[in-house]
């Protein structure tokens, strides 16, 4: 664990703004510095009466996989509680199922046990037999379509409902240029490609001189090709999971170096 005062390491989340608390809390008081750096704002879809015409359909499904915490939100902002009690709840990972049960006062039906994304959820068993199940994907715009495709060939006649989309906040560009030049970060938290994508395309050379002498902490080993595809670093450090304290350990490893 790092040392209390100046010399504390700076760690820069990205997460949304109003995703970042608890993990940043969890940083502070493992003695690092945080900075913030949200790349990503949650924004309404663009197209409102499409997103409500794809949860029109609720009554009819037999199962519905919510892709990502942010897809429970926006579905509980729309809906409130009013989801059929007899449908099938699937959600890509624990992050998400602990979402859901918060929001909505019941357990998930379908979670992996250990990964978190598409390939995690297709491989449970009760998802291989879904030849004329109804099923809704409840996401933002744009993302895979491997869960689609899949359940598709599988058999099961798919819908989505596209709830929200991602866009970069209109400060990341200021907010970068700021840390670059105060230079108080040490390790970069990216927890998703288009996190990575956005911080990229943000960065003029004095940024990116400033990113390239940084170590990057991604959450799986898909992100970290990704930065070595489209960023320079320092080091890329890969957590366990997810989730804040697999992340924190990741931290406390590499200070303990």
């Not at 949200?38 to 037999?62: F, M, S």
């Not at 998802?127 to 996401?139: E, F, P, T």
């Not at 956005?198 to 970290?224: E, G, M, Y």
């Amino acid at each position: 664990m790092p040392d209390q005062g100046l010399n504390q390491p700076g760690v820069l989340v990205t997460r949304p703004a109003q995703q970042a608390d608890k993990l940043s809390q969890l940083i502070e008081q493992a003695g690092f510095r945080v900075h913030r750096l949200p790349l990503i704002e949650i924004a309404q879809p663009l197209d409102e009466n499409a997103a409500r015409q794809g949860l029109a359909t609720l009554d009819a499904v037999d199962i519905v996989i919510f892709i990502s915490a942010n897809a429970v939100r926006q579905c509980y902002l729309y809906i409130g509680k009013a989801l059929p009690q007899n449908i099938r709840v699937a959600c890509v990972g624990q992050a998400t199922a602990r979402q859901f049960q918060d929001q909505f006062g019941r357990a998930a039906d379908l979670v992996p046990q250990s990964g978190y994304n598409s390939e995690a959820l297709l491989a449970l068993p009760e998802l291989q037999a879904v030849s004329d199940k109804k099923i809704l994907i409840i996401k933002g715009e744009g993302g895979r379509d491997l869960l689609a495709r899949t359940l598709a060939d599988r058999g099961a006649e798919v819908s989505y409902a596209n709830l929200y989309r991602r866009i970069i906040p209109t400060e990341a560009s200021q907010q970068l240029s700021d840390l670059s030049r105060q230079d108080e970060v040490d390790v970069l938290i990216l927890t998703s490609g288009e996190a990575i994508e956005n911080l990229v395309s943000l960065s003029d050379s004095h940024s990116q001189k400033f990113l390239s002498q940084k170590t990057w902490l991604v959450i799986h080993p898909r992100l970290a090709e990704i930065v070595k595809q489209q960023a320079c670093y320092k080091d890329i450090l890969i957590s366990d999971g997810p989730g804040d304290e697999q992340i924190l350990q990741c931290l406390i490893q590499w200070a303990g170096q």
